[in-house]
């Protein structure tokens, strides 16, 4: 017999999480495919697969499994075995939907209702597999299972939409809403139900999973965006929330590195001490702050807005040293409380992109949407310092506001290849002096004109003294006033 190397993976994931409209929507569409996988694994290891990711500790299972696990297995049925994992993954899914059925079942304005939930359930739940032999070379067999998995979801299926007229789910703008009593279910205490909304079967699955007895504990209540952002918007005064998603940095490479499975399988209990323990604790220090979901070198987090930059520092700084020499990088949106909330998470994943694509990798990005408008900014976390200190200074109405726009008006008069990088840094001190506050002390004085070298070094070596470069040092002092002051324009 042969032993084989399997990587499994299920979806649609960004797409069901990311279509929430409510906080407890978001977490619990993270713990339902944390439990669809979870089925998996468990039905793999019964099968008699050596896991590789995720790995027990003690016995147990991380508390939330990756849509993407692996293990190894020594057979000459490889098809068998990748079916058999793929029925334990669709029965749960089965089962968490049957659930909810019964639920809704008293509500039902239709006869016929059942006909389309089923059809949505049947269609939604993406399954993909894939089996290479693993003799010899460990790194370069899960380097091809790598490329088999992408390769496979290239090849995208796309299910017939059958009964899908009439009013479409209010949740994902896709499918059509089921013909239920949308207005009595709104009515009860339990269950929050807007006046106008109408959900199809999958949002009506993550809203009514908690009622319907799906998960074996009840989940914790989260709090609401208004909560985070510590108070409600409105035209006059809005406030604004955080989303912060982080990911590893060229992590199929390292592990396809990897010389042996045993060697996986302790990076993987790495990982998921960093998901398990490390995060968490982190972001509990930014109350309000909610974690939504830390699978491995993925996390996805809400957070006051003045706490961003710093739990996104200190979960990249964990991380390094955790994994040794590892990195992450870090997308950041910056939206009002009332700003749809599926586009909120669309632009922190967009930033996350912009800081590997854009900035290098070992980065963050930074996006701040509000009124139709988008500013952008993007750093190395290692040149991130003189952000801090910026951050401070404005905490401590050192610095005025106005220095952002100051720097953005010198990138445009002085942008130019032709003018000296010297110039720009002698007028980058002068604003700088200019903005610092009356009782300033002369050390804290001294420490804010010099603060303009290490901006110049920045901007200079970022574009070869070119305006974007000076742009993008003004956007990140504009936002640092911006994020201290919870806000405040």
Not at 401 to 413: E, F, M, N, S, T
Request: aromatic share 8%; charged share 25%; hydrophobic share 40%.
């Amino acid at each position: 017999m042969t032993q084989h190397l399997f990587l499994f993976q299920i979806g649609p994931v960004q797409t069901f999480i990311a279509a929430s409209r409510r906080t407890q929507d978001l977490y619990v569409g993270s713990r339902l495919l944390s439990d669809i996988a979870r089925a998996g694994v468990q039905a793999a290891e019964a099968a008699g697969g050596s896991l590789v990711f995720p790995v027990k500790h003690n016995g147990v299972y991380p508390q939330s499994i990756s849509h993407i696990f692996a293990c190894m297995v020594t057979t000459d049925r490889p098809e068998a075995f990748g079916q058999g994992v793929e029925e334990a993954l669709r029965q749960r899914w089965a089962e968490i939907a049957g659930k909810v059925r019964v639920f809704l079942q008293s509500h039902a304005a239709s006869p016929n209702w059942t006909a389309r939930f089923d059809a949505q359930v049947a269609r939604w739940l993406e399954v993909y597999w894939v089996a290479v032999a693993a003799e010899g070379n460990y790194g370069a067999a899960y380097g091809k299972a790598r490329k088999a998995i992408s390769a496979r979801k290239n090849l995208r299926h796309f299910p017939q939409m059958e009964n899908e007229t009439g009013r479409k789910c209010t949740l994902t703008g896709a499918m059509a809403a089921l013909e239920i009593d949308w207005d009595r279910l709104s009515r009860r205490d339990s269950v929050q139900v807007r006046p106008n909304e109408a959900l199809g079967a999958i949002a009506a699955i993550k809203r009514f999973a908690q009622e319907a007895k799906v998960f074996e504990k009840e989940l914790k209540r989260f709090p609401d965006l208004d909560e985070i952002a510590g108070g409600s918007s409105s035209d006059d005064e809005p406030r604004y929330v955080a989303a912060l998603h982080m990911d590893g940095d060229q992590m199929g490479k390292y592990l396809s590195s990897l010389t042996s499975e045993a060697a996986h399988r302790v990076f993987s209990q790495t990982l998921a001490d960093f998901a398990d323990k490390t995060v968490p604790k982190i972001i509990e220090k930014y109350e309000p702050g909610v974690l939504i979901y830390a699978g491995g070198d993925d996390v996805l987090a809400l957070l006051p807005i003045q706490s961003a930059l710093g739990c996104a520092n200190e979960l990249q700084t964990a991380f390094r040293q955790a994994t040794g020499s590892l990195t992450m990088s870090a997308g950041i949106a910056i939206a009002p409380s009332n700003y749809p909330f599926d586009l909120m998470l669309d632009a922190a994943s967009h930033a996350e992109h912009q800081a590997k694509r854009c900035y290098g990798r070992d980065a963050v990005c930074v996006v701040e949407v509000h009124g139709g408008q988008v500013r952008e900014a993007g750093m190395k976390w290692d040149d991130m310092q003189p952000v801090f200190q910026l951050q401070g200074y404005f905490y401590l109405k050192q610095v005025s506001k106005g220095i952002g726009y100051d720097l953005r008006q010198l990138a445009h008069d002085l942008g130019g290849r032709d003018v000296p990088a010297e110039a720009r840094l002698l007028e980058a001190r002068r604003l700088l002096k200019r903005r610092i506050g009356e009782k300033v002390d002369p050390v804290t004085r001294a420490e804010i004109v010099n603060l303009a070298d290490e901006l110049s070094r920045i901007a200079e070596e970022t574009d070869g003294g070119g305006e974007r470069g000076w742009t993008a040092v003004a956007n990140w002092a504009i936002l640092a006033r911006f994020l201290e002051g919870k806000g405040s324009r």
